[in-house]
């Protein structure tokens, strides 16, 4: 049997469980901010991953014709920021 540290462990656990993705949408929810910036953060709402699609919700439409461009930059931004890839898609609604 091969030896884990406590942080290779919990990973581990976490991708065998299926709690990984649920932990990426609480994080990604939880530091919105951080990630896609304070302009961004403040007119979205209900951000939800599902497998390695989000899902961004906003009532402006200028922010949602911006963020339908930058859609490819946001998925790097978020992945570099999670350091793997959680995001492929990006839906915005």
Known sequence: MGQYSIGEALNLLMEKSGWKPKAHELRLRNEW???????IAKYTRNLYLSGHTLTIYTDVA??????????PQLAATINEYFGEEVVREINIK
């Open 33 to 39: 901010e951080q990630i896609a910036g304070k302009t």
């Open 62 to 71: 200028a922010l949602k014709q911006e963020l339908l461009l930058a859609k």
